[in-house]
C-alpha cells in the first residue's frame, strides 16, 4: 500500500521568505505524485503533478517541487512567501500506477504568512 | 458554474437518521471518488466508481454505500448516521489521458455533523 508522510502539520515562514514543504512516500510501483492546495471553506485544487519524464515539476502560484526517488521525496517550494499562500497543503500519491483507484493523502500542512 | 458541485453544503442531523450526500459533475469524466476530511488526518477514500456499473470499496467503507445513478452523478449514504461520521466530505472526479489518469478535480464540499 501506499502513504505519505508529510513533515510538519504547521509551517510558519515570514513574508517574502522561502517557503518549503516536506512530503516523503512509499510506493512499492512508480510513482503519481500531487501537491493540492485547500483555502478555507474550499475544496481542493491541484497546485502541480508528477508522472513521468522531467523530476523539477512547475505548477501554479509560483510554486515547484522536485521528484527525487532516490530520497522517496516531493518537497514543495516556493521562493518568496505571499500572504495569500496561507492555506492548507496536501501532498498525495497514487494508489496505482496511474491513479485510478484513488489518491493517498499525508495529513496536511497548515502554511501560516508571517507579514 | 462548478464543474463539481455538491449538495447539501452542510447538514447537522441525529445519531441513527439516514443521510444522501449528493455529487453531480459536468466534466464528462467517467471516475468519481468520495473522500472524507477530519482535521489532522487529511483525507481518506471512501468508495469510487469507474462508470454506473462498477462500485469500489475505498480504505474506510463501513458505515456507507454509494450509487451511481448516471455518469454524471455519484450519491454517498450514511445508512445510520453515527456522531463519529462527522466530517468534511469531498466529492471527485478523474479522466483517462493515455495511460494514466489525469489529477482529480474536488468538489466544494458537504460539511456533515452527527448529533
Known amino acids: 500500500a501506499q502513504s505519505v508522510t508529510q513533515l510538519g502539520s504547521h509551517v510558519s515562514v515570514s513574508e517574502g521568505a522561502l517557503v518549503l514543504l516536506r512530503c516523503n512516500y512509499s510506493?512499492?510501483?512508480?510513482?503519481?505524485l500531487f501537491w493540492y492546495v485547500q483555502y478555507p471553506n474550499q475544496g481542493l485544487q491541484l497546485l502541480l503533478k508528477y508522472t513521468t519524464g522531467a523530476t523539477l515539476v512547475k505548477g501554479i502560484n509560483g510554486f515547484e517541487a522536485e521528484f527525487k526517488k532516490s530520497e522517496t521525496s516531493f518537497h514543495l517550494t516556493k521562493p518568496s512567501a505571499h500572504m495569500s499562500d496561507a492555506a492548507e497543503y496536501f501532498c498525495a500519491v497514487s494508489d496505482s500506477g496511474g491513479g485510478a483507484d484513488g489518491l493517498t493523502f499525508g495529513k496536511g500542512t497548515h502554511l501560516i504568512i508571517q507579514p | 458554474d462548478a464543474d463539481v458541485t455538491q449538495t447539501p453544503r452542510n447538514r447537522i442531523t441525529k445519531t441513527g437518521k439516514r443521510i444522501m450526500l449528493e455529487c453531480s459533475q459536468t466534466?464528462?469524466?467517467?471516475?468519481m471518488y468520495w473522500y472524507r476530511q477530519d482535521p489532522g488526518l487529511g483525507l481518506r477514500l471512501i468508495y469510487y466508481s469507474f462508470d454506473v456499473k462498477d462500485i469500489n470499496k475505498g480504505e474506510i467503507s463501513d458505515g456507507y454505500s454509494v450509487s451511481r445513478q448516471a455518469q454524471a452523478k455519484f450519491s454517498l449514504s450514511l445508512e445510520s448516521a453515527i456522531p463519529n461520521q462527522t466530517a468534511l466530505y469531498f466529492c471527485?472526479?478523474?479522466?483517462?489521458?493515455?495511460?494514466?489518469?489525469?489529477?482529480?478535480?474536488f468538489g466544494p464540499g458537504t460539511r456533515l455533523t452527527v448529533l
Open positions: 466534466k464528462g469524466h467517467d471516475r
Open positions: 510506493s512499492s510501483v512508480p510513482p503519481y
Open positions: 471527485a472526479t478523474s479522466d483517462y489521458r493515455g495511460n494514466y489518469y489525469n489529477e482529480q478535480f
